[in-house]
């Protein structure tokens, strides 16, 4: 397409009978397509009737169909509120995206980014539960951070660690609210303000929960110093 | 009172009629009185009918009668984006409350909490320019930080300085949430919403840019283990 | 850790999964956890994966990990609508802290802080039903609760009991509001703005149905006169 | 009328020009009118084109035209931090309205609900400074307002009057809630929500500022058991 | 008590083991208790537990305990877009309240005004579908509706029903806004805002979906001319 | 153009030098231009650097360059709360677009309206004041307002009469919100969704304060039947 | 009606029995009935009590009752990121009415706009997946599209739509904000804001989801240049 | 500094007397300082204190101090309405950011993020009046608009630019909502939530009226691939 991102669908609010109709049309045209927000229920039913072509990522609630993209690197940095394992930080990035997320609870869009990033070609390094209630780990992960030309920040509740994240690294960083939280904190709202409103400068902000936006996103970033 | 905290008056939406009233009452019963939000012209305006008994403390908005108040000490921590500058955070604290503000922009709440203090016989000691943008700046000071008994953060904006401050610390903080902001920061409501939903515990949240009420809470806090 | 508050893990967004595996971690390093938000469900399922180490508190959501707590003092302050129970209210304090809740429907939120301090070492007395439709009875206890140095207020609805308790007591009020409403009091969002803007010096407020932030604050509030 | 409620015209988004074509077509009827929300400008501009008939008063904001109401019953019940004037308290109510404000900044809508009360022809009674902050004073007065067979309470911040004050009296009570605030209580949003969502039944409730309402209202209710 | 209503209990956020409870308290007190807001469900597992003393009323989603109230008055107005009825409009009310709903979907709230009433000892007559896009009928019934001396109205969507209804009676009306609508009516904030901003005086407003505070409002509004 | 609406320019948040700009290029081209919000200061200033151009129409805020428009028919209905004058509504319509507002208020929209609709080709006819508080008034114009075969009603507060005239007429109601009132009403939110929601069909909504929207809509919609 | 549109039943908050209840009184009468937003098992129930007269559209949610309505065109405009298909864009409009929708998720309301059309008398013409991702698409559907006298644009998310599609054809749009979406877009809340500001004129805006309401307001539009 | 932003002051919040504090410190150290949002009277005042140092750029309310930037290239795309000027968009693109803006009204955001770009050593080519009601301007500028690697939307109102140009250029671009617009659109919120929930990929979204934050991250973004 003239924008440069393939065809990418939203299943969210469509019907099984939809999406095969898609994903049929696909096969038929020989076009790999991927789905976004696929409830395990649906992509059972739609299984049952393409299951030669589709195959479903549960952690990400994704459907590639066509394609079998390769796998992601998970560099675990452990429990936030122990000591900082200074091992697993010393690891040189392979990749040109760091995902940083505050918590366990924002994994499922975490995935999301990954998978996207793999149909779009990219790979890219996962730092999972690095928020700002354990600050010191974050600060001794600053120099490895560092050395990534992109950073994608995941985070709900209060999103503290948009602004954070950003004060510790020179490249930009694309921020994507997570709808985690309660109370006032409730469907990722503040968390998407706070990336907006903060004082820090060089956040990129995406919609709440847009773990494919924030990709593609992050693919056209990479290339847009032509 | 019953309460323990004595009459302060809250002048913005009183007129001047109104406040002068009120202040002859006090000055009749001998009483001091404090009053908070009041602009220069209504200070200007009182001072012409009752100019022997006022002071107008013009920094923080705040009005005195009937009593003399004591200075406040100011600790200028510097530029938030320079090199930290060591020597001034070697200073003991000499307080048992510290003000940690953000930014410049604060300086009115922050000098209504420290009026207020004095008021209720309570000295304070303040950190200014000390927003999450200069995290390093922030990360010096948490040593000495940590030996108060009773921080009180001060923050427009996105509000990171909130979490971040609750997680050097381990003592309680006072969130001022401050409304200094625009688009959708605008009226402080994100500060507010993010002291509210962060994950770090022992944070304390007051109404926007309520001064006097961080200053009413922190004189209750520091009495609070009898 | 930095901040003198142990572990607890938000159980709300994670799945069995994540939290078996956060809960195994924690007991090869014999370590303690305590995990809040947890549906039976998800406590059943647990159960089934680690039984001999874990401990299922319903009435607060509550799972325990590797530790049995102590019970609670429950002084049940009676019917609203009723005469004052005096024989009931004469009991002499013997902790440190005071719960006082609205209505019934308030308790799983007590229950939270109830368990959540004992986790923290710290033993409370729970008042409930003591909301300002029977405004004879909280005036009743005015003396009794006087006698705590820190109380905590659960309420819903209009959250009036915020501002009512604060002006019958010397010592701080942690305010924490519950989303226990309908219409315009849906969600908690009026009780928390109520507790938020009361112009009743000396109130703490948290995010609606924190319950355990309301007992991770109260317990630094008690030590922060050292 | 219909309705039995003569003529009352909302000056607030209405030119000079206009309310005076309204006000010339009155006084060739013979009719009197009653206008609200009149700024001082407007009233002086009003009154220098027809100045035999205006009449305007500056507290409540509003204009007579064609007629010259009788005054207003003002019991001044002092200082809410002070203890309770007992003697104040003894008068006998001479009226059948109570008017019950939480303080000073309330006294422009207290003062359009007298007005339009005596325009409508019925008179009131005025406790201003009785909010919750200063409790036992409300409580002392609950048997005087008690008889009352209708009450009118006004207060803005959080409104915690409406519930405590509804609790205390066998009559209904109209709440109207006050746009004084600041923060989250800005607007007088918070007070209305709290009398809405009050778990104290009894309370109808109108728009915020709305002094006009409420006496129309009251006036019709004294009414309603023909 | 005090205020002359007697206990109702809001069953919404309560667990069947509490609700149980506060009956059997009441039932060995042989006082008689009302409840709002339960499901079947709900009732179905008291009614098992404390089968004898139960009465579960389904369109209101009301219990009694302990107690049989008689039946509600029901004049049907038939269909809003057909020609009015004039046969059924000639009826003489019976009773001292009007219940005018806009729409058959607002009969569950209808319901929960006539149920508690008649705990409260006071008879209805019901005017069911009889909104603002039949007019006609409701200008006919205008005459029939002005000899109650109290109307309740009852509408969702845009709330039209309260202006209309004000501007053709003269005596007060009690708002009911209900949580029925679609899109920007989601909720019934539209119907209450609508109630709130009207421009016809004489309008009570109660909480969205609050049949039971405006039964108990109309019953202290009965009284209030004592 | 494509769309068929000549040029008209917003000129609320542009400065004169820009204004001035457009309208010396507009004159240059020979083209005629039309300027809506424009401030009687703005007015003022661009007329002393192009005067011979320039037409100010200060009840609408409209500024013509390069034509004179004509006059537009004004039907006063009278006072809402008097009876309805039959004399007045015998007039045989002359346009074939009604304008009806419910109050003096909403005036300006009114002009802001027909001056559209003149520059665009149309003329119209305005009855004003003729609100839901005068019900019978509007209904004594039912039948003559039924012959229009377009009808734009003007409303802030609470917006019954878009519902209310649509449920009189056969012809679409173009509603057009305005920002007259306070409190909940503040702003022109209620009207807008009121007229969003509403339960009648047949409304066509435009945003609030839109009379330059409801005119290019309107003269869209009676070419639409070709 | 004096309106013109036939009864419509909304079915959402009404219960089965309710629905057989009108359903039985109009076949009774002999009229037709139609109704919306029922759901499948809604209209299950339904069938089992009134088989012969029922007739349930499953894609609309919508039943007809005494009546078979005669099918509805429809053009599949394909794939949005395809090239555009010269060949199906080159059919001359057979109806008067366009209904042209940004994606899949759009096509429930697009059938509910398309079956109480042809309840009313009118059939229409479906364009679906003419986004503004797809621009092409749509840009070369202009002239086909400006040859309808009237159009429905239907779109969820941004509504960017609405603003192009108004932008492109010289007739009236009626914009169907549709609650597709996530985060902010959650509710379809931005798509209507951006239909109400959208800066082209000629947009006719009704509530969110509100397919009958633009197929009511289309037939009378169709009407209006009587 | 740390994120390679040199120091730029938000000037909104602050006095004259911290604005000219600040500047002198840097003059002292031969800092040079950008300052965003100076306020005409702010500039004029500051001058008077320390005239040799500091520039004034009105058109962005920026200033100066100690250096003196080059200018920016500007290209007038002319009338949104008229014929598009192909002379003009045959320019090649001499610079890497286009800043592309819907209408006059968002010239001072466009301003300032031109002088932020030059302050940081980037220049930028505008396209100013470019907004979908002209869209076919907009789609002969697609080529030109494609050869440049970043591209800078500016947009109030409903801000359907944002998706119209992301879907017309391969490069990212980076949308700035502007709080230009009315009733529902003021404070441009709806532009805002536009960007975020924009079904067209490869948006990044800063705050309303952010010029500075996005010129910070466009500079950031063009150094991303490293
Ligand atoms: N700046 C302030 N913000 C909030 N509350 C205040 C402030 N200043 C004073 N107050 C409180 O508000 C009450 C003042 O109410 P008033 O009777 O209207 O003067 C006092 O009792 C104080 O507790
Ligand atoms: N009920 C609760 N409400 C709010 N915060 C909580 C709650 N339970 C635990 N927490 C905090 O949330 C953090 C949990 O984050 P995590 O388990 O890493 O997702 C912990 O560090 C606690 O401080
Ligand atoms: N449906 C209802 N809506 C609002 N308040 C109610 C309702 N039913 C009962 N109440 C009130 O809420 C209080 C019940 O509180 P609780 O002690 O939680 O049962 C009672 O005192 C009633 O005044
Ligand atoms: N889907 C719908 N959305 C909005 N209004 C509807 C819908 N379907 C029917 N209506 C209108 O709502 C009214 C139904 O009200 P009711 O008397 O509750 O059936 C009818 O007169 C219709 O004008
Ligand atoms: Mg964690
Ligand atoms: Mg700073
Ligand atoms: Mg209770
Ligand atoms: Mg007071
Ligand atoms: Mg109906
Ligand atoms: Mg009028
Ligand atoms: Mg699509
Ligand atoms: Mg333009």
Redesign the interface.
């Given at each position: 397409?003239?924008?440069?991102?393939p065809?990418?669908v939203?299943a969210?609010?469509?019907t099984v009978e939809?999406l095969v109709g898609?994903a049929q049309?696909c096969i038929e045209r020989k076009h790999r397509v991927f789905m976004t927000r696929v409830s395990p229920d649906k992509a059972a039913a739609m299984a049952g009737l393409i299951p030669q072509h589709i195959q479903f990522h549960a952690e990400s609630g994704t459907v590639y169909i066509g394609e079998i993209p390769i796998g992601v690197d998970l560099i675990d940095v452990g429990?936030p509120?122990s000591e900082p394992d200074t091992d697993a930080v010393s690891v040189v990035p392979r990749t040109r995206i760091a995902i940083v997320a505050?918590?366990?609870?924002d994994?499922p869009v975490v995935a999301e980014i990954e998978q996207t990033l793999l149909y779009l070609g990219e790979r890219s390094t996962r730092y999972v539960d690095v928020?700002?209630?354990?600050?010191?780990r974050l600060?001794d992960l600053a120099d490895e951070l560092s050395s990534y030309?992109?950073l994608i920040a995941v985070a709900?509740?209060?999103?503290?660690l948009?602004?954070?994240l950003?004060?510790?690294?020179?490249?930009?960083v694309?921020a994507v609210?997570v709808?985690?939280?309660?109370?006032?904190?409730?469907?990722?709202?503040?968390a998407?303000?706070?990336?907006?409103?903060?004082?820090?400068?060089?956040?990129?902000?995406?919609?709440?929960?847009?773990g494919?936006?924030a990709a593609?996103?992050a693919v056209?970033?990479?290339?847009?110093?032509?």
């Open positions: 397409t003239r924008t440069g991102v065809e990418v939203l969210q609010n469509k939809q898609i049309q429990d509120n505050a918590g366990t609870s994994v928020g700002v209630a354990g600050l010191w600060c030309p992109l709900g509740m209060e999103g503290a948009f602004s954070v950003a004060g510790l690294v020179p490249s930009p694309i609210p709808s985690v939280g309660y109370g006032v904190g409730e469907g990722g709202h503040v998407l303000n706070s990336a907006l409103s903060s004082c820090v400068p060089g956040i990129a902000v995406v919609n709440i929960d847009n494919f936006g593609a996103l056209k970033m990479l290339g847009s110093a032509r």
